[in-house]
Protein backbone atom coordinates (compact mmCIF):
# COMPACT_ATOMS: atom_id res chain seq x y z
CA UNK A 1 0.00 0.00 0.00
CA UNK A 2 1.81 2.90 -1.26
CA UNK A 3 5.00 3.25 1.14
CA UNK A 4 3.95 1.18 3.32
CA UNK A 5 6.64 -1.76 3.38
CA UNK A 6 5.88 -5.16 5.01
CA UNK A 7 3.69 -8.21 4.45
CA UNK A 8 3.54 -9.85 7.76
CA UNK A 9 0.04 -10.98 9.38
CA UNK A 10 0.25 -7.99 12.24
CA UNK A 11 0.76 -5.10 9.03
CA UNK A 12 -1.79 -6.96 6.72
CA UNK A 13 -4.20 -6.61 9.51
CA UNK A 14 -3.54 -2.70 10.04
CA UNK A 15 -3.54 -2.10 5.84
CA UNK A 16 -7.30 -3.93 6.15
CA UNK A 17 -8.39 -1.23 8.58
CA UNK A 18 -6.98 1.59 6.73
CA UNK A 19 -8.68 0.22 3.60
CA UNK A 20 -11.75 -0.32 5.73
CA UNK A 21 -11.91 3.12 7.20
CA UNK A 22 -10.66 5.36 4.23
CA UNK A 23 -13.47 5.92 2.03
CA UNK A 24 -15.27 7.66 5.11
CA UNK A 25 -14.72 10.93 6.34
CA UNK A 26 -14.36 9.54 10.06
CA UNK A 27 -11.92 10.74 11.80
CA UNK A 28 -8.73 7.80 12.66
CA UNK A 29 -6.48 7.98 15.81
CA UNK A 30 -3.33 5.91 14.61
CA UNK A 31 -1.38 5.03 17.99
CA UNK A 32 1.87 2.78 18.14
CA UNK A 33 5.42 3.72 19.22
CA UNK A 34 7.36 6.29 17.92
CA UNK A 35 9.08 5.40 14.23
CA UNK A 36 6.69 2.65 13.82
CA UNK A 37 5.60 4.71 10.69
CA UNK A 38 2.02 6.87 11.87
CA UNK A 39 2.44 8.61 9.12
CA UNK A 40 3.38 6.68 6.50
CA UNK A 41 -0.16 5.59 7.31
CA UNK A 42 -2.23 8.44 7.70
CA UNK A 43 -0.85 9.42 4.25
CA UNK A 44 -2.31 5.78 2.86
CA UNK A 45 -5.60 6.79 4.64
CA UNK A 46 -5.59 10.04 2.70
CA UNK A 47 -4.44 8.38 -0.23
CA UNK A 48 -6.90 5.57 -0.77
CA UNK A 49 -10.42 8.50 0.13
CA UNK A 50 -12.37 10.16 -2.19
CA UNK A 51 -10.02 13.72 -0.89
CA UNK A 52 -6.75 12.14 -2.56
CA UNK A 53 -6.78 14.67 -5.51
CA UNK A 54 -7.15 17.42 -2.24
CA UNK A 55 -4.30 18.59 0.00
CA UNK A 56 -2.35 16.99 2.71
CA UNK A 57 -1.44 18.70 5.26
CA UNK A 58 0.71 17.92 8.26
CA UNK A 59 1.70 19.83 11.63
CA UNK A 60 3.57 17.82 14.42
CA UNK A 61 2.18 18.94 17.95
CA UNK A 62 4.97 18.40 19.88
CA UNK A 63 7.61 20.25 17.70
CA UNK A 64 5.42 23.83 17.85
CA UNK A 65 5.56 26.14 21.08
CA UNK A 66 2.52 26.17 23.07
CA UNK A 67 2.34 29.98 22.57
CA UNK A 68 2.27 29.59 19.06
CA UNK A 69 0.44 26.54 18.07
CA UNK A 70 -2.74 28.09 18.37
CA UNK A 71 -2.13 30.38 15.42
CA UNK A 72 -0.35 27.14 13.22
CA UNK A 73 -3.56 25.71 13.67
CA UNK A 74 -6.36 28.36 13.13
CA UNK A 75 -4.33 31.45 11.57
CA UNK A 76 -4.00 34.78 12.88
CA UNK A 77 -5.17 38.45 11.20
CA UNK A 78 -2.37 41.33 11.44
CA UNK A 79 -1.48 42.37 14.19
CA UNK A 80 -3.33 40.07 16.59
CA UNK A 81 -0.28 39.93 18.84
CA UNK A 82 3.36 40.58 18.59
CA UNK A 83 4.90 39.54 15.49
CA UNK A 84 1.98 39.39 13.54
CA UNK A 85 3.09 41.54 10.81
CA UNK A 86 0.92 39.83 8.26
CA UNK A 87 -2.49 37.20 7.99
CA UNK A 88 -1.36 34.11 7.84
CA UNK A 89 -3.58 30.55 7.04
CA UNK A 90 -4.13 28.25 9.62
CA UNK A 91 -3.61 24.20 8.99
CA UNK A 92 -7.29 23.54 9.13
CA UNK A 93 -7.88 26.35 6.35
CA UNK A 94 -5.00 24.82 4.18
CA UNK A 95 -6.34 21.52 4.49
CA UNK A 96 -9.80 22.61 3.43
CA UNK A 97 -11.09 20.19 0.79
CA UNK A 98 -8.48 17.50 2.14
CA UNK A 99 -7.01 15.92 5.06
CA UNK A 100 -5.59 17.77 7.85
CA UNK A 101 -2.87 15.10 10.19
CA UNK A 102 -1.91 15.89 13.26
CA UNK A 103 0.82 14.09 14.87
CA UNK A 104 1.62 13.75 18.29
CA UNK A 105 -1.92 14.90 19.07
CA UNK A 106 -1.38 14.03 22.59
CA UNK A 107 1.04 17.08 23.06
CA UNK A 108 -1.80 19.50 22.47
CA UNK A 109 -2.19 21.91 25.78
CA UNK A 110 -5.94 22.19 27.54
CA UNK A 111 -6.47 25.56 26.67
CA UNK A 112 -6.21 24.86 23.17
CA UNK A 113 -8.45 21.45 23.32
CA UNK A 114 -12.03 23.23 23.29
CA UNK A 115 -10.87 24.83 20.17
CA UNK A 116 -9.79 21.68 18.70
CA UNK A 117 -13.18 20.41 19.56
CA UNK A 118 -15.29 22.66 18.28
CA UNK A 119 -13.49 22.62 15.10
CA UNK A 120 -13.90 19.11 14.84
CA UNK A 121 -17.90 19.06 15.62
CA UNK A 122 -18.68 22.01 13.87
CA UNK A 123 -16.44 22.71 11.48
CA UNK A 124 -16.03 26.39 11.81
CA UNK A 125 -13.54 28.31 13.63
CA UNK A 126 -11.86 31.64 14.31
CA UNK A 127 -8.48 33.09 13.33
CA UNK A 128 -6.67 35.08 16.30
CA UNK A 129 -7.65 38.80 16.26
CA UNK A 130 -10.56 38.30 13.84
CA UNK A 131 -14.11 37.79 14.96
CA UNK A 132 -15.02 36.32 11.72
CA UNK A 133 -16.47 32.80 11.84
CA UNK A 134 -14.68 30.35 8.93
CA UNK A 135 -16.09 26.97 7.87
CA UNK A 136 -14.07 24.69 6.60
CA UNK A 137 -14.46 20.78 5.08
CA UNK A 138 -11.95 18.72 6.73
CA UNK A 139 -11.61 15.12 7.25
CA UNK A 140 -8.73 14.70 10.36
CA UNK A 141 -6.46 12.23 10.71
CA UNK A 142 -4.35 12.20 14.30
CA UNK A 143 -1.35 10.52 16.04
CA UNK A 144 0.02 9.73 18.95
CA UNK A 145 2.46 7.15 21.08
CA UNK A 146 0.92 8.76 24.41
CA UNK A 147 -2.18 6.74 25.98
CA UNK A 148 -4.51 8.70 25.85
CA UNK A 149 -6.57 7.13 27.57
CA UNK A 150 -4.41 7.73 30.70
CA UNK A 151 -3.78 11.38 30.36
CA UNK A 152 -7.49 11.46 30.45
CA UNK A 153 -8.05 9.44 33.61
CA UNK A 154 -5.34 12.04 34.54
CA UNK A 155 -7.04 15.30 33.95
CA UNK A 156 -4.62 16.02 31.13
CA UNK A 157 -6.93 15.64 27.94
CA UNK A 158 -9.95 16.02 27.57
CA UNK A 159 -12.41 13.34 27.65
CA UNK A 160 -14.87 14.47 24.50
CA UNK A 161 -11.81 15.54 22.60
CA UNK A 162 -10.77 11.78 23.19
CA UNK A 163 -13.99 10.66 21.69
CA UNK A 164 -14.12 12.64 18.91
CA UNK A 165 -10.40 11.35 17.68
CA UNK A 166 -10.97 7.55 19.00
CA UNK A 167 -13.71 7.24 16.19
CA UNK A 168 -11.67 4.56 14.48
CA UNK A 169 -8.55 3.58 16.11
CA UNK A 170 -5.79 2.17 14.47
CA UNK A 171 -2.45 0.62 16.55
CA UNK A 172 0.59 0.10 14.49
CA UNK A 173 2.68 -2.61 16.13
CA UNK A 174 6.31 -2.23 16.77
CA UNK A 175 8.70 -3.57 14.77
CA UNK A 176 10.01 -5.70 17.09
CA UNK A 177 6.65 -7.55 17.04
CA UNK A 178 6.91 -8.48 13.41
CA UNK A 179 10.26 -9.54 12.74
CA UNK A 180 9.52 -11.02 10.09
CA UNK A 181 8.97 -7.59 7.81
CA UNK A 182 12.87 -6.55 8.41
CA UNK A 183 14.19 -8.41 5.44
CA UNK A 184 11.86 -7.02 3.22
CA UNK A 185 12.43 -3.27 5.11
CA UNK A 186 16.45 -3.87 4.74
CA UNK A 187 16.03 -4.62 1.39
CA UNK A 188 14.10 -1.49 0.74
CA UNK A 189 15.96 1.01 2.61
CA UNK A 190 19.42 -0.61 0.72
CA UNK A 191 17.74 0.09 -2.51
CA UNK A 192 16.43 3.18 -1.58
CA UNK A 193 19.87 4.52 -0.17
CA UNK A 194 21.95 3.11 -2.81
CA UNK A 195 20.10 4.84 -5.54
CA UNK A 196 20.36 8.32 -3.31
CA UNK A 197 24.27 7.71 -3.12
CA UNK A 198 25.06 6.47 -6.71
CA UNK A 199 26.08 3.11 -5.13
CA UNK A 200 25.33 -0.50 -6.39
CA UNK A 201 24.98 -2.80 -3.18
CA UNK A 202 25.46 -6.19 -4.54
CA UNK A 203 25.39 -8.62 -1.24
CA UNK A 204 23.56 -8.71 1.95
CA UNK A 205 25.68 -11.26 3.78
CA UNK A 206 23.03 -13.83 5.79
CA UNK A 207 24.61 -13.60 9.14
CA UNK A 208 23.94 -9.54 9.14
CA UNK A 209 20.60 -10.23 8.23
CA UNK A 210 20.21 -12.95 10.89
CA UNK A 211 21.45 -10.02 13.39
CA UNK A 212 19.13 -7.55 11.98
CA UNK A 213 16.20 -9.84 12.58
CA UNK A 214 16.93 -10.39 16.12
CA UNK A 215 17.79 -6.90 17.39
CA UNK A 216 14.71 -5.67 19.15
CA UNK A 217 14.67 -2.12 17.69
CA UNK A 218 13.56 0.08 20.50
CA UNK A 219 13.61 2.92 17.86
CA UNK A 220 11.60 0.74 15.16
CA UNK A 221 11.38 1.57 11.40
CA UNK A 222 13.32 4.89 11.73
CA UNK A 223 15.61 3.21 13.86
CA UNK A 224 16.38 0.56 10.96
CA UNK A 225 16.10 3.31 8.58
CA UNK A 226 19.02 5.28 9.76
CA UNK A 227 21.24 2.68 10.23
CA UNK A 228 20.58 1.16 6.95
CA UNK A 229 21.19 4.91 5.56
CA UNK A 230 24.81 4.61 7.91
CA UNK A 231 25.77 1.07 6.60
CA UNK A 232 25.17 2.13 2.62
CA UNK A 233 27.51 4.90 3.32
CA UNK A 234 29.99 2.56 5.00
CA UNK A 235 30.07 -0.27 2.07
CA UNK A 236 32.61 -0.10 -0.69
CA UNK A 237 30.12 0.33 -4.40
CA UNK A 238 30.03 -3.29 -5.78
CA UNK A 239 30.56 -4.94 -2.61
CA UNK A 240 28.24 -6.29 0.37
CA UNK A 241 26.13 -4.13 2.84
CA UNK A 242 28.67 -3.39 5.93
CA UNK A 243 26.27 -2.65 8.67
CA UNK A 244 27.94 -1.42 12.05
CA UNK A 245 26.55 -4.01 14.47
CA UNK A 246 28.44 -2.51 17.26
CA UNK A 247 26.34 0.32 17.24
CA UNK A 248 23.39 -1.18 18.08
CA UNK A 249 24.33 -4.21 20.01
CA UNK A 250 25.51 -1.88 22.57
CA UNK A 251 22.57 0.53 22.85
CA UNK A 252 20.84 0.83 26.12
CA UNK A 253 17.52 0.81 25.19
CA UNK A 254 17.88 -2.17 23.16
CA UNK A 255 19.20 -4.25 26.30
CA UNK A 256 15.82 -3.39 27.95
CA UNK A 257 13.82 -4.81 25.14
CA UNK A 258 15.62 -8.24 25.34
CA UNK A 259 13.96 -11.37 26.82
CA UNK A 260 16.81 -13.00 28.68
CA UNK A 261 14.55 -16.36 29.63
CA UNK A 262 15.33 -19.61 28.09
CA UNK A 263 12.43 -19.81 26.23
CA UNK A 264 13.92 -17.01 23.39
CA UNK A 265 16.95 -19.55 23.21
CA UNK A 266 17.00 -19.27 19.09
CA UNK A 267 17.12 -15.10 19.57
CA UNK A 268 20.08 -15.24 21.67
CA UNK A 269 23.29 -14.81 18.71
CA UNK A 270 22.67 -11.11 19.30
CA UNK A 271 23.39 -11.25 23.23
CA UNK A 272 26.27 -13.88 23.09
CA UNK A 273 27.88 -11.23 20.61
CA UNK A 274 27.20 -8.69 23.20
CA UNK A 275 29.11 -10.54 25.94
CA UNK A 276 31.68 -11.36 23.42
CA UNK A 277 32.32 -7.92 23.02
CA UNK A 278 32.33 -7.16 26.16
CA UNK A 279 34.46 -9.68 27.50
CA UNK A 280 37.36 -8.72 24.75
CA UNK A 281 36.96 -5.28 26.33
CA UNK A 282 37.62 -6.45 29.61
CA UNK A 283 40.37 -9.07 29.23
CA UNK A 284 42.29 -5.98 26.89
CA UNK A 285 42.00 -3.88 30.14
CA UNK A 286 42.94 -6.36 32.25
CA UNK A 287 39.13 -6.42 33.98
CA UNK A 288 39.79 -3.06 35.27
CA UNK A 289 35.90 -1.80 34.52
CA UNK A 290 36.10 2.02 35.95
CA UNK A 291 38.59 5.04 34.70
CA UNK A 292 39.96 6.61 31.80
CA UNK A 293 41.43 3.55 30.56
CA UNK A 294 38.73 0.99 32.15
CA UNK A 295 36.82 -1.17 29.80
CA UNK A 296 33.33 0.75 30.53
CA UNK A 297 35.59 4.32 28.40
CA UNK A 298 36.67 1.77 25.94
CA UNK A 299 33.04 0.73 25.34
CA UNK A 300 31.54 4.06 25.39
CA UNK A 301 29.56 2.93 28.69
CA UNK A 302 28.76 4.30 32.29
CA UNK A 303 30.70 2.14 34.75
CA UNK A 304 27.32 1.44 36.11
CA UNK A 305 25.64 0.35 33.18
CA UNK A 306 28.46 -1.84 32.06
CA UNK A 307 28.33 -3.69 35.76
CA UNK A 308 25.02 -4.26 35.29
CA UNK A 309 25.16 -5.90 31.83
CA UNK A 310 27.73 -8.06 33.66
CA UNK A 311 25.24 -9.16 36.14
CA UNK A 312 22.59 -9.92 33.40
CA UNK A 313 25.40 -11.91 31.32
CA UNK A 314 26.92 -13.54 33.63
CA UNK A 315 30.02 -12.19 32.86
CA UNK A 316 32.41 -12.71 36.33
CA UNK A 317 35.78 -11.57 36.38
CA UNK A 318 39.13 -14.49 36.62
CA UNK A 319 40.39 -14.66 39.84
CA UNK A 320 43.31 -13.00 39.28
CA UNK A 321 41.94 -10.00 38.00
CA UNK A 322 40.89 -6.96 40.05
CA UNK A 323 38.29 -4.20 39.49
CA UNK A 324 38.87 -0.65 40.02
Not at 12 to 30: K, N, Y
Not at 72 to 93: C, D
Request: aromatic share 4%; proline share 6%; with cysteine.
Amino acid sequence: MGEVVGASLALHEVLQQVGVVAPTDSAVLITGETGTGKELVARAVHRLSARRDRTFVKLNCAAIPTGLLESELFGHEKGAFTGAVERRLGRFELADGGTLFLDEVGDIPPELQPKLLRVLQEQEFERLGSAKTLKVNVRLVAATHRNLGKLVAEGKFRSDLYYRLHVFPVHIPALRERREDVPELVRHFVALFAQRFGKKIERIPPETMTALERYPWPGNVRELEHLIERAVILSAPGGELRVPLNDIILSDSAIDHIDMSPALAPRATLLESERELIRRALDGCGWIIGGPNGAATQLGLKRTTLLSRMKKMGLTRPKRASVE
